[in-house]
């Protein structure tokens, strides 16, 4: 059964940065496009980034570009998200995707709150 489990998100001040981390399992992670998604209060949820299999390719959401780094070490089936130059409107739950044919998987997502 696949399975994808976020961690590294938390409480930072504007300004700062935090890393996630997305652990796969139960699916062939090497060869899967990854990505990252993000649900703010009261928003729809929104895509963030996303990688190559290879993870030779990244694209980003205008919003993020230029402050956050996706990436991706296939040894230890991890995907993660550098987020720097952290903002309040970045305060969202953070979620790992993987597309399918058939229904996406999902990660259970990590909290980010970005607050003085």
């Known amino acids: 059964q696949a399975q994808l489990v976020e961690s590294g998100g938390g409480l930072v001040q504007p300004g700062g940065s935090l890393r996630l981390s997305c652990v796969a399992s139960?699916?062939?992670?090497?060869?899967?496009?990854m990505r990252w998604y993000r649900q703010a209060p009261g928003k729809e949820r929104e895509w963030v980034a996303l990688?190559?299999?290879?993870?030779?390719?990244?694209n980003y959401a205008d919003s993020v570009k230029g402050r956050f780094t996706i990436s991706r070490d296939n040894s230890k089936n991890t995907m993660y998200l550098q987020m720097n130059s952290l903002k309040p409107e970045d305060t969202a739950v953070y979620y790992c995707?993987?597309?399918?044919?058939?229904?996406?998987?999902w990660g259970q997502g990590t909290q980010v709150t970005v607050s003085s």
């Open positions: 990688i190559s299999a290879a993870g030779d390719s990244t």
């Open positions: 139960g699916f062939t992670f090497s060869s899967s496009v």
């Open positions: 995707n993987a597309p399918r044919r058939g229904p996406d998987y």
